[in-house]
């Protein structure tokens, strides 16, 4: 069983080498995406070169994401995002149309308990 990160409200998995090469989303700990990265046959353990959203060089990896070589955490870690991600907010009638909620839940039941009289809990799901 894999742990979950939430990085910027959305929920991201442990950086996985085989995803992130068939185009998966990266993100690091920090919110800066991967925008381009390398794998080399390397003698040490960070044989992941890779660039960061707004960064003018490269940072080294591990295969395994981390920034650090000891394991231990670092804003520039690497996760896989979700290629989409579900939201839920509160929708009611007004005149004839659909109104939805100003705020966004991660869960069903966190939307529920901020329900008026007369709206539902409605899905949204974004790309990312």
Known sequence: MSTVT??????????DRQKAESGAPVISRNALR????????????QPLYGQLQGDYCPRRYTETGKYFTDGSDSEY????????????????????RFITGNTLYETREQAESD???GSWVGEVKFNI
């Open 6 to 15: 939430i990085i910027a409200g959305i929920p991201c998995k442990p950086f």
């Open 34 to 45: 991967l925008v381009d990265f390398y794998f080399f046959n390397t003698h040490d353990d």
């Open 77 to 96: 870690d690497l996760f896989i995002m979700p290629t989409t991600t579900t939201m839920y907010c509160s929708v009611y009638l007004e005149d004839g």
């Open 115 to 117: 329900l008026v009289d």
